[in-house]
């Protein structure tokens, strides 16, 4: 169950689902507590950790009353994210990684950026940390893909759709209005892998005004020594594009999105096959049937 409930609800609920990162959490947990925006809670959902992570959460709880928790058996992080989503009673929420970190300002500058055009979705940049050199990486997550035309305003989705698929789909540098969220019932699916793809495509495109901060507010870590997906679990992905390309026919945008979508995931598969060891069958069968018109050799070298 939540611990400690306060009678006001917050105008910003992080979401941070936990397990077994014991190594970044005080790190995390602390660079959240550290923001120029308090009005904040911590939704720490335990995912079942065997470490010390559960120990260090309730270490915080002591400390500070806007840290919450909840505890479940291990199902995922799509499970513990939809969980913190559901107690969340922040106007806004954003969802971090136990092992990101935040700068000082970014739910200050996401919060009143999302307010001042009254956004739904409010995105800033993020810095990548390689775990293995230690060096910061600020290319990806860099908002690139949006020229100069949508500093200092909101836009809508249709205002991006030739470059809409290659947006970077990770929840992790965004701000959602939670009655959004709530009102397109939008939640993480359980029980497949590559889950934030539908998640982000089922937001982005139900949103009426988007906006961006230019600013890199995350630290996110890269090559960590994480157990790597078995490549049976790695077919998820066709079943979850399958999902996401009927949201787009029941929303009625598949006609004038078919020609991106379709290229994006094309190219994302392409890249996605060169890492598949064994089950490459079986990946090509799917890959020629699941697009309306022939693929093309793939370059396997």
């Known amino acids: 169950m939540l611990i400690t409930d306060s009678i006001k609800p917050p105008r910003v609920s992080v979401i941070l689902p936990v397990y077994n990162s014991e190594g970044y959490l005080r790190q995390c ?10 009005d904040i809670e911590i939704v720490c959902v ?29 199902q995922g992080k799509a ?17 971090m990684n136990s092992s990101d970190y935040a700068k000082p300002d970014m739910l200050d500058k996401l919060y009143k950026n999302a307010k001042e055009h009254e956004a739904d979705i409010s995105m800033c940049e993020v810095t990548l940390l390689d775990s293995k050199t230690m060096g910061f990486n600020d290319d990806s997550f860099s908002l690139e893909l949006f020229s100069d035309d949508f ?61 961006l901060v ?14 790597k997906k078995d490549d049976t679990k790695k077919l998820d992905l066709f079943s979850v594009m399958k999902l996401e390309k009927e949201f787009l026919l029941r929303k009625k945008l598949y006609k ?37 018109y022939p693929f093309q050799k793939i370059d396997t070298k």
Do not use: W
Request: net charge positive; proline share 2%.
């Open 151 to 211: 500093n200092e305003r909101s836009f809508s989705p249709n205002e991006t759709y030739e470059f809409m698929f290659k947006i970077n789909v990770n929840p992790i540098n965004k701000l959602f209005r939670r009655e959004f969220l709530e009102k397109n019932n939008a939640a993480f699916l359980k029980g497949l892998n590559y889950e934030e793809y539908l998640f982000f495509t089922q937001a982005y495109l139900t949103a009426e005004n988007i906006t």
């Open 256 to 292: 004038d999105l078919k020609y991106h979508f379709e290229k994006a995931k094309r190219n994302i598969l392409v890249e996605f096959y060169k890492t598949i060891k064994s089950h490459r069958v079986k990946f090509i069968y799917r890959l020629k049937f699941f697009f309306e």
């Open 29 to 38: 947990l602390d660079s959240l507590l550290a923001q120029t925006f308090d």
């Open 79 to 95: 499970s513990a994210r939809n969980k913190g989503r559901y107690l969340a009673r922040g106007e806004y929420i954003c969802f």
């Open 46 to 74: 335990n995912d079942g950790s065997t470490d010390k992570s559960l120990k260090i959460i309730e270490e915080y709880l002591k400390k500070d009353d806007r840290v919450k928790l909840v505890t479940q058996e291990h």
């Open 214 to 227: 230019r600013n890199p507010l995350i630290v996110h870590r890269i090559n960590e020594k994480t157990s």
